[in-house]
């Protein structure tokens, strides 16, 4: 159980184009996803936190309008990267939080991580 | 604000042997969980154990355990039986309730045969 995907798991793209990235829980509800950017030997860095019907929460210095976020549904976020350019290529990484273990009574917080997706922009 | 330090950025290890990773860690909340993640080169992130802080007592997973010093705010990883699959990047992560996760940079793990 508790298992996230991720697609494309890797995207080569012009400069000047955007870019979709999808997350998706398979076999749990999740009202929270994360998506995090990773560059090469480096650690996670969270971009947004995104809740289900409302709008994502972005952390210092991450750009609202080049990465947007969507979270329709409890199985489902996305990440655009809008008019990408080649500073964008990096390695994203998704994670949700199952909202029966979240709404459980306990303040457990695991967050399955998908497998990522690796951009590259020409 | 919350911060995680590893700072070894590598550590090597034989077969079989053991192997300690460091983690400390600030807060100033009472309750709170701390994860080690391993991220192998596929760089998929697998949780490897988890440590909730109101229990005294230390998490075990297998070969896999941690000595946590809550005084000290201090989380370690101790791999026991090393083994070839067990090379990756080891990440040590902190979140207090439903709060995001907070990283450490990371440890590289060698092992070697």
């Known amino acids: 159980g508790a298992v996230v995907s991720q697609h494309p798991s890797w995207v080569i793209c012009k400069s000047g184009t955007s870019v979709k990235i999808e997350c998706r829980s398979l076999?749990?509800?999740?009202?929270?996803m994360f998506w995090y950017r990773q560059f090469p030997k480096q650690s996670l860095m969270l971009m947004a936190t995104?809740?289900?019907?409302?709008?994502?929460?972005?952390e210092q210095g991450v750009e609202k309008d080049k990465f947007l976020i969507n979270h329709a549904s409890l199985t489902l976020s996305t990440l655009t990267v809008t008019s990408a350019h080649p500073e964008d290529s990096s390695f994203y990484i998704c994670?949700?939080?199952?909202?029966?273990?979240?709404?459980?009574?306990?303040?457990?917080?695991?967050?399955?991580f998908g497998p990522g997706t690796r951009l590259t922009v020409l | 604000a919350q911060t995680v330090t590893q700072s070894q950025p590598e550590m090597s290890v034989q077969e079989a042997e053991t192997v300690t990773l460091s983690c400390t860690y600030d807060?100033?909340?009472?309750?709170?969980?701390l994860f080690w993640y391993k991220q192998p080169p596929s760089r998929q992130m697998i949780l490897v154990i988890r440590?909730?802080?109101?229990?005294?007592q230390n998490a075990t997973e297998n070969r896999f355990s941690v000595n946590f010093q809550k005084a000290a705010k201090s989380f370690s990883l101790k791999i026991s039986d090393s083994q070839l699959g067990d090379a990756a990047m080891y990440f040590c992560?902190?979140?207090?309730?439903?709060?995001?996760?907070?990283f450490g940079k990371g440890t590289m793990l060698l092992v070697s045969p």
């Open positions: 994670s949700a939080r199952d909202a029966d273990l979240a709404g459980g009574g306990g303040n457990y917080n695991e967050q399955f």
């Open positions: 076999d749990f509800q999740a009202t929270t």
């Open positions: 995104s809740n289900e019907g409302s709008k994502a929460t972005y």
């Open positions: 807060t100033s909340e009472s309750d709170y969980y």
């Open positions: 440590q909730e802080a109101y229990k005294q």
């Open positions: 992560a902190y979140t207090s309730g439903y709060s995001t996760l907070t």
